[in-house]
């Protein structure tokens, strides 16, 4: 009883931080609730839209209020690799060389306009996304734990920007876009910032102690063996979809199931149904996926066919009790 009492409030902690985001990006629930998947998921997220829409505030809200040690790499032309990494430089005093963190060090680590930095400087992410670590000098140095990269991006075409390699963009598990609010939610930014930042007011209320738990309540949460069958039918569907030319990779697979459990865990239950991963599937697939290019000419768009998809799969227990 006390173990699930313990649950609930973990639960209840989760939510408030969720709410607390909520309080100061106006009209973003969705975008709020995914991003927390992601962090639950242990996942990273791409943000992609027009400058000014809420992007860098969302991230900086979400470290905020989860107290994570938390840095921020403004990606210009001129930001190298082993500043992100990190590097060795010589101590002439112990005569030795000593290892320099660099920007990924951290619990949350946001990647401001990812696509202005040159490829190799993207690339240098990779490892620390993909395995928790980086490689310098032939060094190996785990990164903290939890940890989390939100890049954010303006679409490709924009001056100065560099498109993300594929390698790189599997790596993300979601990959969103913020739009520009309607003229009620635009009215209530002007209202909230007439003073103050309310960004400033924002202090943290769970801690990376209470994350790890969640987490670890998250990989808990139950998945049926119909439901493997539903998430691998979703994405085998995009390798043979004449729209595609390029398909989702098993990895996809594997990123689908593990946010559907902590979609699930945010709503309370213990268990995957496949109204969550219907929810998370375009978010999770739309960058892992490339047009062909009768599609493109005949203007389809990748959410479009991903809904086609969707609507064409089967879905389990679908009139069974």
Same mark, same amino acid.
């Given at each position: ?44 997220? *791409? ?9 860098? @505030? ?57 696509? !202005?930095? @040159? ?28 940890? =989390? ?23 993300f598990a979601f990959k969103l876009s913020m739009g520009y609010p ?6 209530? #930014? ?21 994350? !790890? ?13 119909? *439901? ?7 994405? @085998? ?35 995957v149904i496949p109204d969550d991963i219907a929810a998370l599937y ?5 960058? !892992?996926? =490339?047009?062909?290019?009768? @599609?493109? *000419? ?10 086609? #998809? ?10 069974? !009790?």
């Amino acid at each position: 009883m006390s173990q699930q009492y313990s649950n609930a409030l973990l639960h209840d902690k989760v939510m408030q931080a969720v709410s607390a985001v909520d309080g100061v990006i106006v009209g973003k629930h969705n975008e709020v609730i995914l991003l927390m998947t992601a962090l639950l998921a242990g996942a990273h997220v *791409l943000i992609e839209d027009v400058p000014g829409t809420g992007k860098t @505030s969302l991230a900086s809200a979400l470290s905020r209020v989860t107290g994570l040690s938390f840095n921020r790499a403004q990606f210009t032309p001129d930001v190298m690799a082993s500043d992100i990494t990190g590097f060795n430089i010589y101590n002439r005093q112990k005569e030795a060389f000593e290892f320099r963190e660099g920007l990924v060090m951290c619990n949350l680590l946001l990647a401001d306009e990812i696509n !202005r930095a @040159s490829p190799k400087t993207q690339s240098a992410l990779l490892e620390a996304m993909e395995e928790n670590k980086v490689t310098v000098d032939g060094v190996t140095y785990e990164v903290p734990e939890p940890f =989390m990269v939100i890049a954010t991006q303006n679409p490709t075409g924009y001056v100065g920007t560099y498109p993300l390699p594929e390698a790189q963009l599997d790596r993300f598990a979601f990959k969103l876009s913020m739009g520009y609010p309607n003229e009620q939610e635009e009215i209530g #930014i002007l209202r909230a910032r007439r003073g103050e930042n309310p960004m400033d007011a924002l202090c943290p209320v769970i801690s990376a102690d209470e994350l !790890r738990q969640a987490r670890d309540a998250v990989q808990k949460v139950r998945v049926d063996e119909a *439901l493997f069958g539903y998430i691998v039918s979703l994405i @085998s569907a995009t390798r043979t979809n004449d729209a595609f030319s390029l398909g989702a990779s098993p990895r996809a697979s594997v990123a689908l199931m593990h946010l559907a459990q902590a979609y699930a865990y945010l709503r309370g239950r213990d268990y995957v149904i496949p109204d969550d991963i219907a929810a998370l599937y375009t978010p999770a697939v739309s960058h !892992r996926v =490339m047009l062909s290019q009768e @599609s493109k *000419l005949a203007m389809k768009s990748v959410p479009d066919v991903l809904r086609e #998809i969707l609507h064409a799969t089967d879905v389990p227990y679908l009139g069974t !009790r």
